[in-house]
């Protein structure tokens, strides 16, 4: 049977995105437990689902990206959860910063929690509210 757009589109428009998650979900497990021989691993994350890491990078250099963040924004009355759209040299420090922290353990702590493999599909960069 040949499936056209059109036909997957309405498919997929029937189900619910949950459960196709979650069936990929349990697709990349299976497949990263043939290739590593393992599967999930106890990490920090499995209590909240979420974590604050200390020391991702040094603190002079996360104020200078704050500051730097903060003179992107356009308007100050909205500076609150406004998205920032960096200059092209701002991205590439901020992926090398994600790489970086990546190296240090942090994927190896992600890949445990979900118990496959991962990938980064984007980054939005935001300032956020004080909790």
């Given at each position: ?6 036909a997957a589109a309405e498919i997929l ?36 689902g979420f974590g604050i890491i200390k ?77």
């Amino acid at each position: 049977m040949l499936c056209t757009d059109a036909a997957a589109a309405e498919i997929l428009g029937r189900g619910n995105p949950f459960e196709y998650h979650a069936q990929f979900h349990a697709i990349c497990r299976s497949i990263y437990a043939q290739v590593t021989g393992g599967g999930p691993s106890p990490t920090p994350l499995d209590e909240q689902g979420f974590g604050i890491i200390k020391g991702f990078m040094p603190e002079a250099a996360a104020w200078a990206l704050s500051e730097e963040f903060t003179s992107l924004i356009q308007d100050r009355g909205q500076a609150a959860n406004a998205i920032v759209a960096p200059p092209q040299a701002m991205r590439q420090r901020i992926k090398q910063l994600v790489c970086d922290t990546m190296a240090r353990g942090i994927a190896q702590l992600i890949e445990g929690h979900l118990g496959s493999f991962f990938r980064i599909d984007h980054i939005n960069c935001m300032r956020t509210q004080y909790s």
